[in-house]
């Protein structure tokens, strides 16, 4: 079965240097798999598994564990490509984890300095995004307030004027927008500063969302597709038979799939494949709300 993504494993696996199909102990090689496995550490870890086996009636095409954005996200859109056997396994409930507390800034051009595949695939995600937003209040009603005011980045007191100079340079030159702000604008713009004769830089492509209504939307998506979404039920270990993965199981239940999507997050280090530990990390990143 060819998989409905518009990126499929083999670009993926092209983007950070390697060839063939997709392997994910090839994420820490080079300077690319540096960057991809940066990308799976800040936001939420994707792989496609392949299964390859199919037991009848009962077995599910689709298998996607975990329920936050990402993999309420992708049963979505497997959905609007017309695959209906979907089922979502959450360990606890669904959009409540990372999803619930994230900030929900789209902010790549404020928050990255190195232009490389995970800024690409950062500023691909940005650009999709208002078109996603747009899409998921026609289909449920919720509007998920997108803002797209842009960032304004506080340099610190001790920044060097030439650094920060050659940053618009080089950002400029890659085609962001940015310009800087003066101290004297800055005051004017967010009084609330306390610091005086600070700078800022102002990105003015960068967007914000309410992830908590990103959330909401999706979950109001899957019920209306009749997406199936079971929760409290944490996948362990992932069942492998000639080299291909068949299927999951949690303390008490097994699933089968054709296909099985790891949206794990943070989470995914408690996955093994056959018991044993997957053949990469993934940490969370403390944030400051």
């Not at 995004?129 to 919720?142: N, V």
Request: hydrophobic share 40%; aromatic share 8%.
């Amino acid at each position: 079965m060819r998989l409905p993504f518009d990126i499929n494993p083999r670009s993926l696996n092209d983007a950070h240097g390697g060839g063939g199909d997709f392997r994910p102990d090839a994420v820490t090689r080079n300077k690319r798999d540096r960057v991809f496995h940066k990308f799976i550490t800040r936001f939420l870890y994707l792989i496609i598994i392949y299964g390859g086996t199919n037991n009848g009636p009962a077995v599910m095409e689709i298998l996607i564990i975990g329920g936050g954005i990402i993999g309420l996200s992708i049963a979505r859109e497997l959905h609007r490509r017309g695959i209906r056997r979907i089922t979502i396994v959450e360990r606890g409930i669904a959009g409540r984890e990372a999803s619930w507390a994230a900030a929900g800034m789209l902010a790549p051009n404020a928050e990255n300095d190195e232009f490389d595949e995970f800024f690409r695939l950062c500023c691909e995600s940005n650009n999709a995004y208002p078109r996603f937003c747009a899409e998921l209040r026609d289909e449920t009603g919720i509007d998920i307030d997108l803002d797209s005011s842009g960032t304004l980045f506080l340099l610190g007191s001790e920044a060097d004027p030439t650094e920060t100079e050659k940053r618009i340079e080089r950002q400029r030159r890659f085609g962001i927008r940015v310009d800087r702000v003066s101290s004297t604008d800055l005051s004017k713009i967010e009084p609330n500063i306390a610091a005086r004769d600070r700078e800022a830089l102002f990105f003015g492509d960068d967007l914000q969302v309410d992830n908590r209504k990103i959330v909401e939307a999706l979950l109001e998506y899957c019920k209306r597709a009749e997406i199936e979404i079971s929760e409290n039920i944490e996948i362990l270990n992932l069942l492998r038979e000639n080299g291909k993965i068949v299927g999951a199981e949690s303390a008490a239940k097994r699933f089968q799939a054709d296909q099985i999507i790891l949206a794990t997050g943070a989470w995914t280090n408690f996955v093994k494949i056959d018991g044993r530990e997957l053949p990469f990390s993934v940490k969370p990143i403390r944030g400051q709300m």
